[in-house]
């Protein structure tokens, strides 16, 4: 195992200190907070802050540059909230879901849970993702999230706990498929979130905001092949900081081969881009979600 590096050790420092801090502060205060955090950051990050507004000019070439700056903007702000409602989720209850959040469509849910096959949970890094870890528990359903593990060993370990408070369950998203299937296979609901760039083998592109993205196969072949029901759900934050959360209609990928595998990749991709539509400003703009993959040319 390599040594932790200094700057990991600051890094996880820093998140050890400011965690207690906002949970003593009142809700609104430390979302408040955290907005002022995501605008500082938007300030000292001038490269993300480049990268967020050169995808949103690119995924709506009809709006202005007001526009553009003014909604990346927002979501730095949006995503410092989000950081702070992380570092706080251990102050929701699982009896009070209902104070904060508004639910939609659970029934779909349930259906899936008749299946008896497992759940795939089809979401983005939209709005307040890290909710699912409390929301799923909070309404009775098991649940493992697939997620890739953080280079900072020690922020890694903190934030698993975090997410892992109310029974939830963290899968290594490179060690996982094996560990996926049986958690499906014993009953659990998998949260899935499919807007992260995978490099090939592994990956094909399809389309998202107008332009191709490579995205992963894996979840896709999975759920074809076994018949394992989807139900995209995401997590909305409101203008008054409460969060709609909504399930949407159960879905069991049909067909076989490489033209189904590609066809319904790409319709679980045109899946998020609709509800990122919704409200844009609280999708994760900062990453480097559309990338040139290089192709390593063979010896003679």
């Known amino acids: 195992m390599k040594p932790i590096l200094f700057r990991h050790r600051l890094e996880y420092a ?23 955090v995501g605008a500082l950051a938007r300030l000292v990050l001038p490269e993300r802050r480049k990268l967020a507004e050169d995808n949103v000019r690119q995924a709506f070439p009809e709006w202005s540059e007001e526009q553009v700056k003014a909604l990346v903007r927002r979501n730095f702000e949006q995503l410092g909230m989000s950081g702070v409602e992380f570092l706080r989720l251990e102050q ?16 779909h849910l349930r259906q899936a849970l008749e299946q008896e096959q497992g759940i795939i949970l089809l979401t983005a890094h939209f709005g307040f993702w890290e909710a699912g870890n409390y929301i799923f528990p909070a309404l009775g359903v098991p649940l493992d999230t697939i997620a890739k593990p953080l ?28 560990r996926i299937l049986k958690s499906l296979q ?26 191709k993205a490579y995205t992963t196969t894996a979840i896709t072949n999975m759920a074809m092949k076994y018949r394992i029901p989807i139900v995209p759900t ?25 033209q189904a595998l590609t066809d319904n990749t790409q319709y679980l ?32």
């Open 151 to 178: 280079k900072n060993r020690l922020t890694d370990a903190y934030f698993y706990k975090i997410r892992s408070q109310f029974g939830a369950d963290i899968v290594n998203s490179r060690k996982g498929a094996r």
């Open 14 to 36: 820093a998140v050890r200190c400011v965690a207690p801090l906002v949970r003593l502060l009142p809700r609104s205060v430390a979302l408040r907070f955290g907005q002022r």
């Open 186 to 211: 014993s009953g659990r609901a998998i949260g899935l979130l499919l807007d992260q760039h995978i490099s090939p083998p592994g990956s094909i592109q399809v389309d998202f905001f107008g332009r």
């Open 269 to 300: 991709s045109h899946l998020m881009e609709t509800a990122i539509r919704r409200d844009p400003g609280q999708w994760f703009w900062v990453h480097k979600r559309w990338r040139k993959t290089k192709i390593k040319k063979q010896s003679n």
């Open 234 to 258: 995401f997590c909305l934050r409101q203008p008054d900081h409460r969060y709609l959360v909504w399930f949407e209609s159960m879905i069991v990928l049909e067909g076989e081969g490489e």
């Open 92 to 107: 929701f209850d699982a009896d009070n879901i209902r104070e904060f959040f508004d639910i939609e469509g659970e029934h």
